[in-house]
Nanobody, 129 residues
């Protein structure tokens, strides 16, 4: 499956952005999905994840309450609504996918980049203070 992230941009602290990740070339609805981010000089870190049917959503302490992950399987699209943005949210945001058929422990491995087989190209989010 090919992933294309979009929706990044420059926003002031306290503002909002909605990221999108369009999937093609595979059965999007059969994939668990995740959002990661990578700031300059830092490792890629987990932001949020959602299971293939959307029944379970996972967040970090930092993203919980401010970010909302969702998916529209009919549109083959993953979303990340980001509110109350902070300068420390500045990073390149990546979407990632893992087929549900070849993993049984997604609920315990969703934070690891190695769990995901497919990655989008990233979209830059810059939050100014």
């Amino acid at each position: 499956v090919q992933l294309q992230a979009s929706g990044g941009g420059l926003v002031q602290a306290g503002g909002s952005l909605r990221l999108s990740c369009a999937a093609s070339g595979g059965t999007f609805s059969m994939h668990h999905m995740g959002w990661f981010r990578q700031a300059p000089g830092k490792e890629r870190e987990f932001v949020a994840a959602i299971t293939w049917y959307g029944s379970n959503k996972y967040y970090t302490d930092s993203s919980k309450g401010r970010f909302t992950i969702s998916r529209d399987n009919a549109k083959n699209t993953l979303y990340l609504q980001m509110n109350s943005l902070k300068p420390e949210d500045t990073a390149i945001y990546y979407c990632a996918a893992r087929n549900r058929w070849n993993i049984t422990d997604f609920s315990t491995t969703y934070t690891s980049p190695s769990t995901y087989y497919y990655w989008g190209q990233g979209t830059l989010v810059t939050v100014s203070s």
